[in-house]
Structure formats: structure tokens, C-alpha cells
């Protein structure tokens, strides 16, 4: 991963005062890093995504993502992000979408919205998102999966990180997570990280680490 300064004309003056031309033509070097599978940060926000996500997984995806949130709202936001990065987030087939509904809980089942992103509302409960996740798991429509899990679902519990990381590893499918950085749910973003699935507290954050994912060939 590289993040390369002086690449503007402004940047290019300030950055040869002291390297001179080690800056070089940015349009030369964006060019020969993309052949050698070099993947370039153009921030710093960027920067922090990518690392933590390949620190994670190596495995290339093809961009095609599912979503599970228990706020539409979010859902949709996730989906403006994945656009403007180059992502698909592809609607889902009837059969996966059937398949998740048998596996909701009742208390949800005939609430949740079940495409893609699937709103699994706030009434719902850990079981809820492993079934969702399993069958975006099993299935090929997708290949790398964004869990938008807003800590004040009352129904998620602490076990909710290694219950999720058990079914990216059966399926080794990257799983990336969405929590809110909040003082009190620290242990909830630990359950996550402490058992590989990386967390980001932005939703802009965890699509860019999806967006790292997109390489021609593993690290």
C-alpha cells in the first residue's frame, strides 16, 4: 500500500524543496504501481482502511457486496458509499432471499426487508443477523459481506463478533463490520477485531475496506 504526496502541481513545488525530483510525474507513477498489484492510498482515511482490512484478508473479491443492517437508513447510506467506490451491491435472488427469510427469527420475519442491503430492523437479535450472514455466505451472488450493526439494537449481544467470524472463516468470505466508535461498546467492536473481522466507525470506512479487497491478484 502507497501514498504518494506532491501529486498536485501545489503539492509537486512543496514536496521537491526537499526531495527534489524524487517526486517524479504522478501520472508515471499511478501507472507502474497498478501494474505491479500495488495498491495506492489517496488519503489518509484511505490509508488506515486498506491496512486494516489486508491485515485481515488477502483473498481479491470482485466487488459484489451484501449488506445486513438493522437500519435502513444506514443500509442506504452503505450503498451511496459502495457506489462512489466502485462497488456493486447486486440484488439478491428470490431463492437467497427465501432462504433468509426461513432462517429469521418470528419475531422479525415478516418485518425485515430482505434485499440487498437486508434490514434486519431494530427488533432484531444476534440469531437473526448469523442467518442472514450464513446464506450471504453460501451464497455466489455475493462475495464479501458489510454488517452495519448499530450498537443500540437492545437484541445484540457481545457474542455477536465470533458468532459472525465462525461463518466468514466456514465460508472464507471477508466479513467487514460497521460499529460506531462509542466509549461503552468497546467490548462489542473487540468481539469483532479480536476474532479477525475488522471494524471501522464510519460507514465510509468500512466500504473503503471492501474497495481494498478489489485487486487482480492476492497480496
Do not use: W
Not at 123 to 147: N, P
Amino acid at each position: 500500500i502507497i501514498m504518494k504526496s506532491g501529486k498536485t502541481a501545489a503539492g509537486n513545488r512543496a514536496v521537491s524543496s526537499h526531495t527534489a525530483s524524487l517526486a517524479g510525474d504522478y501520472a508515471s507513477f499511478s501507472a507502474a504501481i497498478a501494474q505491479h498489484n500495488i495498491l495506492e492510498a489517496q488519503n489518509e482515511r484511505e490509508l488506515v482502511s486498506f491496512c486494516e482490512v489486508l491485515s485481515s484478508y488477502t483473498k481479491p473479491i470482485e466487488g459484489n457486496i451484501g449488506i445486513i443492517t438493522g437500519s435502513g437508513g444506514h443500509g442506504a447510506m452503505a450503498v451511496d458509499a459502495c457506489s462512489i467506490a466502485g462497488l456493486k451491491v447486486p440484488e439478491l435472488s428470490e431463492e437467497t432471499k427465501t432462504a433468509v427469510k426461513n432462517n429469521l427469527t418470528d419475531n422479525i420475519r415478516n418485518i425485515a426487508s430482505l434485499g440487498n442491503p437486508a434490514d434486519l430492523t431494530g427488533s432484531s437479535i444476534d440469531d437473526d443477523f448469523v442467518a442472514c450472514a450464513r446464506v450471504m455466505g453460501a451464497s455466489s451472488e455475493v462475495d464479501c459481506v458489510i454488517i452495519l450493526l448499530l450498537p443500540y439494537i437492545p437484541g445484540i449481544t457481545l457474542d455477536i463478533g465470533v458468532k459472525l467470524s465462525g461463518i466468514s472463516k466456514q465460508f472464507n468470505k471477508p466479513f467487514i463490520a460497521y460499529v460506531p466508535q462509542v466509549e461503552k461498546y468497546d467490548m462489542l467492536i473487540e468481539g469483532f477485531e479480536l476474532n479477525g473481522i475488522p471494524v471501522s466507525p464510519s460507514i465510509e470506512g468500512a466500504v473503503l475496506m471492501a474497495k481494498a479487497l478489489m485487486r487482480k491478484k492476492p497480496c
